[in-house]
T-cell receptor
Framework: KAGVTQTPRYLIKTRGQQVTLSCSPI?????VSWYQQTPGQGLQFLFE???????NKGNFPGRFSGRQFSNSRSEMNVSTLELGDSALYLC??????????????FGPGTRLTVL | GQQLNQSPQSMFIQEGEDVSMNCTSS?????WLWYKQDPGEGPVLLIA?????ELTSNGRLTAQFGITRKDSFLNISASIPSDVGIYFC???????????FGKGTRLHILP
């Protein structure tokens, strides 16, 4: 079974631009979460989608948004990029949100650099 | 909101030594997960725990779900150079479907 895949792996943008990152969960997984990780920081939770609905949300500004499609694939969008948005963006999937088994599996991440 | 306190923040050990790190919360958790992250990569799930008192091993790694359901620990025996990385604990609080992460323990192995 293929793992979580994220595209692109690396991205360079300039301030003010917008960016869209993509995530394909493990086959059969219906929940997708997004995290931001900056050097020296832990995993900052952005949001979780389950069955095309945003289930949980972290404390990030409205410039960060996401969506999930009927095939469970998810996209994350960041508008009006700022230098501080440079980070590793991680996507993770689990079977369902709120079930008994909560094993969450991560993709390799997208390294975003904002110049 | 709920938080996980993970300690220590970093560790410097000699190759071959055993390692112990732990995670505590102020509220009850239903699930404990332990991850390892190599530089520039996504975290990899090492062990998942679902019952209070559960002790689970994965090779040289052993993790336990605390009896009080408010803590968990991870032990690594006979450390080797490839054990270097950041170890994260995570869990789902009781009556909640969110997964909460600790801030990580960075493991360094001295030659």
């Amino acid at each position: 079974k293929a793992g979580v895949t994220q595209t692109p792996r690396y991205l360079i943008k300039t301030r003010g631009q917008q960016v869209t990152l993509s995530c394909s969960p493990i086959s059969g997984h219906r929940s997708v979460s997004w995290y931001q990780q900056t050097p020296g920081q832990g995993l900052q939770f952005l949001f979780e989608y389950f069955s095309e609905t945003q289930r949980n949300k972290g404390n990030f500004p409205g410039r960060f948004s996401g969506r999930q499609f009927s095939n469970s694939r998810s996209e994350m969008n960041v508008s009006t990029l700022e230098l501080g948005d440079s980070a590793l963006y991680l996507c993770a999937s689990r079977l369902i949100a709120g079930g008994i088994y909560n094993e969450q599996f991560f993709g390799p991440g997208t390294r975003l650099t904002v110049l | 909101g709920q938080q996980l306190n993970q300690s220590p923040q970093s560790m410097f050990i000699q190759e071959g030594e055993d390692v112990s790190m732990n995670c505590t919360s102020s509220s009850i958790f239903n699930t404990w997960l332990w991850y390892k992250q190599d530089p520039g990569e996504g975290p990899v799930l090492l062990i998942a725990l679902y019952k209070a008192g559960e002790l689970t091993s994965n090779g040289r790694l052993t993790a336990q779900f605390g009896i009080t359901r408010k803590d968990s620990f991870l032990n690594i025996s006979a450390s080797i150079p490839s054990d270097v990385g950041i170890y994260f604990c995570a869990g789902t609080p009781n009556r909640d479907d969110k997964i909460i992460f600790g801030k990580g323990t960075r493991l360094h192995i001295l030659p």
